[in-house]
């Protein structure tokens, strides 16, 4: 009776201490499947925006990003830069020393000896003159008007890159969709079509004097406007604006919700990653240095698509258009600014663009 109970047990026993044993390993794995996304995470660049620092001339960049470094603590990973093709300091053409047309080559080579990338803001304007017209319409650029100009830039833009072995973020004509700008697809004969194949113009340009390589395109806008979007094959990165008026415009946003939209908002255009072009928040309206934390946070948490958020760290040129004193610096507590620096002390905030 015994050694019959015994055989009649034990397989009995043995198939409920399996069923423990595959509870286990399936909770095991579903712990492993909830954490794997943020452990496989690639670490996000930050960088930052102030034209104090946006070149051309080498000593300005130096002293700009490093009085960023004192006080955030950290070097940028990114660093905006500022060329204007029309900005040719009273001479015919664009000649290098004279105005900002001119590829920023010693601020290139100086941000790139850092480990900062730079991201070029390509502005298709004349300073002072703008109503002219020459370098805002689009179908200038495709007659071939600009072909020059577009081609030794470029070669410029090579010629670094290959020394350095790093790319360049190119913004061309940024926020094309918006009223606010000369270059605007509402201004003069522009449009939504002739600003897609003046994109895709310059893009074949770099191609042909083989810059392509080096620069990373990116399509920056507010909002992605599936009409102004010249398609996967003409950009690297999709740019979009996200910022916090606060107090000014009476609508504090609410950081997960804003980065939530921007991500989703790209991926429905493009398969591309996203770069947060430009982001800010005002510091009247609600917490500022929990509304830093918590957008960084979110950005790299949950939306592994977003490889780089870039923070307008400055109060110029913005607050004589209307836009709050976005600055870390404020408000006058310190808190923005010490959320920022302890963001940058963790290694997932120390990314680069490839």
């Given at each position: ?7 009649t ?9 399996g069923?423990v044993y595959?509870?286990?390993?399936l ?5 492993l499947?909830?954490t794997a996304?943020?452990?496989a995470?690639?670490?996000?660049a ?5 034209p ?6 080498l ?7 490093w009085?960023k470094?004192?006080?955030t603590?950290k070097?940028p990973?990114?660093?905006a830069?500022?060329s ?8 015919s053409?664009c000649?290098?020393g004279y ?5 920023p ?9 850092k480990g900062?990338i730079p991201i070029v803001?390509?502005i ?6 703008w109503?002219?017209g ?7 650029v495709?007659?071939g008007?600009h072909?020059?100009?577009i081609k ?8 670094v ?11 061309w ?19 939504k ?11 074949k340009?770099?191609k042909a004097?083989?810059a392509?390589?080096?620069t990373?395109?990116l ?5 992605a406007?599936?009409?102004?979007f010249p ?5 690297d ?5 996200a910022?916090?008026?606060?107090a000014?415009r009476?609508?504090w ?14 991926k429905?255009?493009?398969r ?6 430009e982001?800010g928040?005002?510091?009247l ?5 929990k509304?830093i ?9 949950k939306?592994p ?8 760290d400055?109060d110029h ?6 836009h709050?004193?976005?600055?870390f610096v404020k ?15 963790k290694?997932?905030?120390r990314?680069?663009i490839?």
């Open positions: 009776f015994s050694s019959r109970s015994r055989h047990r034990l397989p009995t026993r043995s198939r409920g201490l069923d595959k509870r286990q390993i909770l095991i794995a579903a712990l499947a909830t996304p943020v452990a995470r690639s670490k996000m930050t960088g930052l925006a102030d104090a620092g946006g070149g051309p001339a000593a300005d960049v130096k002293a700009a990003v009085q470094k004192v006080e603590g070097y990973k990114m660093w830069l500022w204007k093709w029309g900005d040719r300091g009273g001479q053409g000649v290098k105005g900002s047309c001119y590829f080559t010693e601020a290139v080579k100086w941000l790139h000896s900062i803001w390509w298709p304007t004349q300073p002072g003159n109503e002219a020459k370098f805002e319409r689009y179908k200038r495709l007659w008007k072909d020059y100009y030794t830039w470029a070669r410029q833009l090579k010629k890159s290959q020394q350095t072995r790093k790319p360049v973020i190119v913004r004509a940024h926020e094309s969709g918006g009223t606010w700008f000369p270059w605007s697809v509402h201004n003069f004969d522009n449009t079509k002739t600003y897609r194949k003046a994109h895709r113009y310059i893009v340009k770099f004097v083989g392509r390589k080096w990373r395109f399509w920056s806008q507010v909002a406007e599936k009409d102004l398609g996967d094959d003409w950009i990165y999709v740019g979009l604006t910022l916090n008026y606060g000014d009476d609508n946003k609410n950081p997960k919700d804003l980065i939530d939209r921007k991500s989703a908002a790209a429905k255009i493009s591309k990653p996203l770069i947060i072009a982001s928040s005002h510091y309206g609600g917490d500022k240095a509304w934390t918590d957008f960084y946070n979110r950005a790299w948490y939306h698509n977003i490889k780089g958020i870039v923070y307008l400055t040129p913005h607050l004589a258009i209307g709050p004193d976005w600055r408000p006058d507590d310190g808190s923005a600014l010490d959320a920022y620096k302890a963001l940058q002390a290694s997932r905030f990314g680069t490839k």
